[in-house]
């Protein structure tokens, strides 16, 4: 078991370009959501997807979008990069039924994105 | 508006002893709270978690306390390992939004041998 598979690991943009950080999860988990931290912060919610075709906007979503075609795949585009997205992005699951118990979240090893 | 928040950014405790690991949140909605416990360069991992009608949790070393009239928990870790020095990330979620987890900014715990 995979579990939850964030790629690339490091990326370097410049201002303006665009990318996709990639996360798959291989246990069938319903629930997906993207974060990111920045250095002495939490992790702070971008988006997030109850299920393929549902994703909603979490704490931080401006300049990020998503969209959840399937069970398994959840990418984080960035449209036009900008210094202050610089951060350590993590993608997490979380399996079905968890409505009547604790939001369990398996996290991916994370993806360091550096803006210049 | 931080809903959940570790006023601790760093505790320094020696092997053996307790590390008690405090968080606060504001919103009463919150039906679980969770410690995530994380090392550099890797994902946060799930430790222990305790839901809103319960005042204690435990598992092995690790114990988690809730008092909701405060609308503080603490984690407990007895005996305190080296090992167990970590970034610990205290998280809530509530029922109705079960999809979306709030998260406090982190403890950094080092336990010295």
């Known amino acids: 078991n995979a579990g939850v598979t964030q790629t690339p690991k490091f990326q370097v943009l410049k201002t303006g370009q665009s990318m996709t950080l990639q996360c798959a999860q291989d246990m069938n988990h319903e629930y997906m959501s993207w974060y990111r931290q920045d250095p002495g912060m939490g992790l702070r919610l971008i988006h997030y997807s109850v299920g393929a075709g549902i994703t909603d906007q979490g704490e931080v979503p401006n300049g990020y979008n998503v969209s959840r075609s399937t069970t398994e795949d959840f990418p984080l585009r960035l449209l036009s990069a900008a210094p202050s997205q610089t951060s350590v992005y993590f993608c997490?699951?979380?399996?079905?039924?968890?409505?009547?118990?604790?939001?369990?979240?398996?996290f991916g090893a994370g993806s360091r994105l550096t803006v210049l | 508006d931080q809903q959940v928040k570790q006023n601790s950014p760093s505790l320094s405790v020696q092997e053996g002893r307790i590390s008690i690991l405090n968080c606060d949140y504001t919103n009463s909605m919150f039906d679980y709270f969770l410690w995530y416990k994380k090392y550099p360069a890797e994902g946060p991992t799930f430790l222990i978690s305790i839901s809103s009608i319960k005042d204690k949790n435990e598992d092995g070393r690790f114990t988690v306390f809730l008092n909701k009239s405060a609308k503080h928990l603490s984690l407990h870790i007895v005996p305190s390992q080296p090992g167990d020095s970590a970034v610990y990330f205290c998280?809530?979620?509530?029922?109705?939004?079960?999809?979306?987890?709030?998260f406090g900014d982190g403890t950094t715990l080092t336990v010295k041998p």
């Open positions: 998280a809530a979620s509530a029922r109705t939004n079960a999809g979306k987890s709030t």
């Open positions: 997490a699951s979380s399996p079905p039924g968890q409505v009547s118990g604790a939001n369990v979240l398996t």
